[in-house]
């Protein structure tokens, strides 16, 4: 769907005024229009959470709430995170880096690392503490950390005929940074350590009929799906807000409980053997090879 959007360029509260939008690996639009935030992801070399996507999407989201809290003119309704990669979500966690900080033994590396995530998911979660509503956009493949950072946002849409999944116990981890915690509150405990421990790939259109995946959209028309919530949340703004803040109520994630989920994943990845980071190695090679097709 074709809309006019506008590049939102971050807001320097010390200045009052719009800063060089200075980003090197996300991509900001702002649809005035329907007061929606776009930030696309792109990580290089790989197209996971690389330090530098990590710094762009707290600086961005930091400049967000700036602009709600210190300027007037400036609305945002709806933040949407999707990416720049064509065919690709986001693949997850930085596996080189993983794999470099684990054969240092260095867990506050590690556990620095998650908690970023960490940080940036429960915003995410919680809509920023703002009146609006985050959205998950999928059109491409989501793995790990990927399909993670998407269950973080009020709203998922995927398209169909992609890939999602947990794959991290095929190089005998698990997803530390908020997966367990998100799915049990959608599909049941049962179901989310199951999902979990098979490092099974569902398609889209398997996770919708489970419930994770809140709306289902042909291919190339999840934009078109996303304007089609925003009008019916227009007709009845009152209901949709209600339910918004029940939502918050009944699938109440703690800040601590990521936390202490986070130190046990630091203290697994240096469990890992010479066998497993070989698998790691093979797996950086993949998604590596994700970014050679764009």
């Not at 945002?76 to 240092?104: A, M």
């Not at 997966?179 to 421990?197: D, H, N, P, V």
Request: net charge negative; proline share 3%.
């Amino acid at each position: 769907m074709n809309t006019v959007v506008q590049l939102s360029e971050p807001y320097n509260s010390k200045l009052g005024q719009h800063t060089e939008n200075k980003y090197t690996q996300l991509k900001t639009f702002y649809d005035s229009e329907y007061k929606i935030g776009w930030f696309l992801m792109s990580g290089e070399p790989r197209p996971c959470f690389t330090p530098t996507l990590l710094n762009d999407l707290t600086a961005y989201l930091s400049n967000v709430k700036a602009e709600m809290a210190y300027s007037s003119n400036t609305k945002y309704d709806y933040l949407v995170v999707g990416s720049n990669v064509q065919g690709v979500f986001n693949l997850g966690g930085d596996l080189h880096l993983f794999r470099s900080l684990i054969q240092e033994k260095n867990r506050d590396g590690l556990l620095s690392y998650a908690i970023q995530c960490i940080d940036i998911l429960y915003q995410n979660m919680f809509h920023f503490d703002l009146d609006l509503t985050t959205v998950s956009l999928i059109q491409g493949d989501a793995l790990g950390g990927g399909f993670e950072a998407a269950l973080s946002s009020n709203l998922i849409i995927a398209e169909r005929g992609i890939k999602l999944g947990l794959p991290e116990v095929l190089f005998n981890l698990f997803p530390g940074m908020g997966a367990y915690s998100l799915l049990s509150r959608k599909i049941g405990s049962a179901a989310a350590e199951k999902m979990i421990l098979s490092g099974k790939l569902y398609n889209s259109e398997e996770l919708y009929e489970m419930g994770v995946i809140d709306i289902l959209a042909e291919p190339g028309e999840g934009e078109l799906e996303l304007y089609k919530y925003i009008k019916a949340a227009k007709r009845s703004p009152n209901s949709y807000r209600a339910m918004s803040k029940i939502k918050d109520i009944c699938n109440q994630v703690t800040y601590q409980e990521l936390v202490d989920i986070a130190n046990v994943w630091a203290d697994s990845a240096l469990n890992l053997t010479e066998k497993d980071l070989r698998m790691m190695e093979r797996l950086v090679k993949r998604q590596s090879s994700k970014n050679k097709l764009n």
